[in-house]
Nanobody
């Protein structure tokens, strides 16, 4: 089994920054994709950004130019640096790991990000 634990959410003013971190543990194979998704009230969960174990990144249009995803393979961690935050970024952010071979998906418990003045 794989466990993912997020940290770093909170309340921030518009234009501010937050850094989310996620630590994975358990039976994690080396070839995987880690990423962040978010879900706002009344909306479906959506992709924010992903990064493969080889370092290839993918961003939602809403995240491009403002968010940066990074990972440390040796520690099974993934981070999301969020700058220039907007009220519409308010959501619960979930860490995700997808095993490339089995296609199993694992989720963290979520961390709340609120952007408000």
């Amino acid at each position: 089994q794989v466990q993912l634990v997020e940290s770093g959410g909170g309340l921030v003013q518009p234009g501010g920054s937050l850094r989310l971190s996620c630590a994975g543990s358990g039976s994690i194979f080396s070839l995987n994709v880690m990423g962040w998704y978010r879900q706002a009230p009344g909306k479906q969960r959506e992709l924010v950004a992903t990064v493969t174990s080889a370092g290839s990144t993918n961003y939602a249009d809403s995240a491009k130019g403002r968010f940066t995803i990074s990972r440390e393979n040796a520690k099974n961690t993934v981070s999301l640096q969020m700058n220039s935050l907007k009220p519409e970024d308010t959501a619960v952010y979930y860490c995700n790991l997808r095993d490339i071979f089995s296609q199993n998906n694992y989720w963290g418990q979520g961390t709340q990000v609120t952007v408000s003045s």
